[in-house]
């Protein structure tokens, strides 16, 4: 029997026969990440490049950083020595302060900007994290560096993971509000914050 075939635009009709074809198109949600690989790429870089900014400034400007270095780790050796209420009010403004990061992440990775305002995100990091552990190698000479790690443990690894899925969320770009994923990403920041309070005293300790 002979078949006709005719143009429909995108599909094909076939006449005089029994077979369709079928159109299959992917939804967005099951397309993959655009640019995922490399915008974590980027990331990473910006981060590493911060760093190095950071290195250098804190050793240009290290006269006038080892003040409030000394500020900074004299609070963190008395930190264990608060009372309960000075601890509470403690950690209501540390947890408040990372909430509010965090929600502005969000918001951020909501927009069309997502990307290179997390690249910005990611090089300040760096910055803060390249002058911190310089001032404090500074300060304490070998035992900078393990005193810089037990200043972060054990909240890092409930903040790492939460920054690690914003900047996934703001690389999809898919403007997907997210809200039981954010309860719970909130819920690991007040943990993370609770960590910061009562059990990094603890981690501080072992370094002296």
Known sequence: ??????????????????????????????????????????????????????????????????DQAGYYLNLLSHQSNLGRTEQLALFGDICRQRMIEVLIAWLIGLTAYAVPCFCVLSAGFGLSVGVVLSVMTGQKGILGLPFFLASVMPQAFLYVPVWCLLLMWGIRRNGRLRIPALLLVLAFVAAGSACEVWLNPYFLSMTG
Request: net charge positive.
């Open 1 to 66: 029997m002979a078949i006709r075939l005719r143009s429909m635009g995108p599909r094909f009709r076939i006449r005089g026969g029994t077979f369709t074809p079928i159109h299959f198109r992917k939804s967005p949600a099951a397309l993959p990440a655009v640019g995922y690989g490399s915008g974590g790429n980027r990331f990473i870089l910006f981060f590493f490049a911060g760093l190095l900014a950071g290195t250098a400034a804190a050793n240009f400007l290290h006269a006038s950083l080892s």
